[in-house]
């Protein structure tokens, strides 16, 4: 039995699209029995916890979707942070992507969450 979030990467697998934040949302919000009042504001929530619980059990440490959900919460974290950065550019510290409430570091973030340093440090200014 695959879990709604299992269910939509393979839904997007199955239409042989590279599973991404955006196509895997969608299949999400189709298949979730959220209300249908608020499922599109509700959905977003939803599917960040599923992933960020993924692999919930040993069994399915090891499945390949496991790999998906990872690329797509790395993305998606790390497309926040750039906002983050871009909205607040002269920050030290930054409320950390994953919603844990934190406010860290830009290096502590990406270290934290596992996410590449693009290009390494922009030489400081001044
Ligand atoms: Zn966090």
Redesign the pocket.
């Known amino acids: 039995m695959l879990s709604n979030l299992e269910q939509a990467i393979t839904n997007v697998l199955i239409c042989k699209q590279t599973p991404d934040y955006f196509n895997v949302l969608r299949e999400y919000t189709d298949i979730s029995r959220l209300p249908k009042a608020n499922k599109e504001k509700e959905a977003p929530k939803f599917l960040e916890r599923a992933m960020g619980k993924y692999p919930a059990s040993g069994e399915r440490a090891g499945s390949p979707l496991a790999d998906h959900v990872t690329s797509i919460n790395r993305d998606l974290m790390q497309t926040r942070l750039d906002v983050l950065m871009l909205c607040t550019p002269f920050a030290k510290r930054f409320k ?5 409430g ?1 406010s860290l570091t830009r290096e502590r973030i990406i270290h ?1 969450l596992n996410l590449v340093d693009g290009e390494g440090e922009p030489k400081p200014v001044g």
């Open positions: 950390c992507p994953c919603m844990c934190e934290k």
